[in-house]
């Protein structure tokens, strides 16, 4: 079973958005999860529009054109399924901000109510030629939403770190020379886990320190900040496991990505303590964004990435 879901997670074309089929094949090598997480298709001039204005309006997925229509025609059903479906089996309340279309499904994109906060998806397989939306076989990669909740819960739990980390991107924002995504594309279209519009959180699948707080937050959703804290195991963490992914734009529709500005960037990130451990990426794009993808990454992008991530311990 877990294969049949795999394939087709390929298939409706979601896996290569977050991060390539090729990273679920080979969840325990880190030069594997980053060459996924850096994949894109190529964007087309005709389909970039500015960052400022993107709200995930076109974002479409592979084959989606017929599913979309009739994911559409029962999104309340869908809806409904989704949402008893956290419920159950993550003790998570979440919202339904997006459907879409894809080959023999539809992916649906949610954002948790509450603390933990994260953003995942889930697969509702669609039978296009019965012309029959499946919602009861509703499904998801247990392993991307589960990382999705850890981090969130790395947040919750390192509230001070993640304060700085999220003042000083704000500041630079507030200067005018760059920018993020809109709320509205990381709802829309996000489903990375725990994502600001600057960036966002990846954990590998050898990450331990995080598991036990994941673990008592499963088994007691209500249980206090302090005991989720006390939970972490420190001892175990390894920078490597803990990828904290940051994009950012260019403010300015007519600029090509500033090498002065991404040097400073790099440089001051290279000198703050006070943020939260891990490794870092951090690339910087002009102002346009894929519509259909989603994604900033292009040819003259700037990236500061692997092998020469930057490391906080």
Known sequence: MYKKKRI?????????????CSEMDNKTTNNDNEKGNEAHAVP???????????TGEGYALPYGKETDKLAEENRDQIENTAI????????????IHNVVGALDGATIF???????HFYTYAVVPINEQEKKVMADNIWVDEFKVENAIKGGLYQMIFPEEFKNLNTYLESLEAKGEVTGKTKETLQSVGG?????PYYFIALTSKEEAIQPVYDLY???PDESIENLHNAYNGELF??????????????DKHANPSVD??????KELEDMSEIPKGTYSFSLNDNFIDEQSAEGAKDNSLKRSYPDYIIKE
């Not at 087709?8 to 390539?20: F, H, P």
């Open 218 to 220: 499963i088994s007691n």
């Open 8 to 20: 087709l997670l390929c298939g409706v074309g979601i896996a290569m958005m977050l991060g390539g």
């Open 110 to 116: 949610v954002e948790s109510k509450e603390e933990p």
């Open 44 to 54: 087309s001039s005709e389909t970039l529009v500015s960052v400022q204005d993107y």
């Open 261 to 266: 500005l991404f040097n400073q960037i790099t």
């Open 238 to 251: 390894a920078p490597e496991n803990f990828k904290i992914n940051i994009q950012l734009f260019m403010n």
């Open 192 to 196: 990375h886990g725990y994502m600001t």
């Open 84 to 95: 008893k479906f956290f419920k159950k089996q993550y003790k998570t309340d979440v919202y």
